[in-house]
């Protein structure tokens, strides 16, 4: 299981003295105003995490936030950030709420019917605004789509890796 939460990704450099606009990837772009540091990758894997960067300040633009770090001084330093991650430590992470998961946790996760029968894996989770659709990779190769909704999801434990679930008549051609 995952130590890092991906908070956002750069997406470009904003003025000359180093702030870099963000897109967030946290349910709660005010979560940034809490931070005191985020850590920075080049790529999308938390396996790259490089440096830790220290928030001066923190703005909102749009659907963007706008960082400024103690570290990053110039528009050239904040421009060669283009593209990358930045990333809080599990502890930093907002606590979970009843009925509420860390998509990261079941990424790849066992999925199994409630006989036992072994389904698949999740492929993928997408968010669909009424509640999330598990992309599961059947054992035969197809895709099973499942939404996330207590008639369908049994159990889910993300220190097993492991989803049990109830399928509806109609999800399983």
């Not at 897109?23 to 105003?33: G, I, N, S, V, Y």
């Amino acid at each position: 299981m995952s130590s890092w939460f991906r908070v956002g990704i750069v997406s470009s450099a904003h003025g000359i003295k180093g702030a870099v606009k963000v897109f967030p990837t946290t349910e709660d772009p005010q979560r940034f105003l809490a931070l005191q540091s985020v850590h920075y990758s080049a790529t999308e894997e938390e396996k790259d995490i490089q440096r830790e960067l220290t928030i001066e300040k923190v703005q909102f633009f749009k659907n963007l936030v706008i960082l400024t770090f103690k570290e990053i001084k110039d528009r050239n330093d904040a421009e060669a950030m283009r593209g990358g991650s930045f990333w809080i430590s599990d502890a930093e992470a907002l606590p979970l709420e009843e009925d509420e998961f860390y998509i990261r946790d079941f990424m790849g996760a066992v999925v199994k019917e409630e006989s036992g029968e072994l389904l698949g894996e999740v492929e993928d989770i997408l968010s669909t605004g009424s509640n999330e659709v598990l992309c599961v990779r059947e054992v035969n190769g197809n895709e099973l789509l499942i939404p996330v909704i207590h008639e369908c999801i049994l159990s889910m434990d993300a220190e097993k890796s492991e989803i049990i679930v109830h399928l509806l008549k109609g999800l399983r051609t």
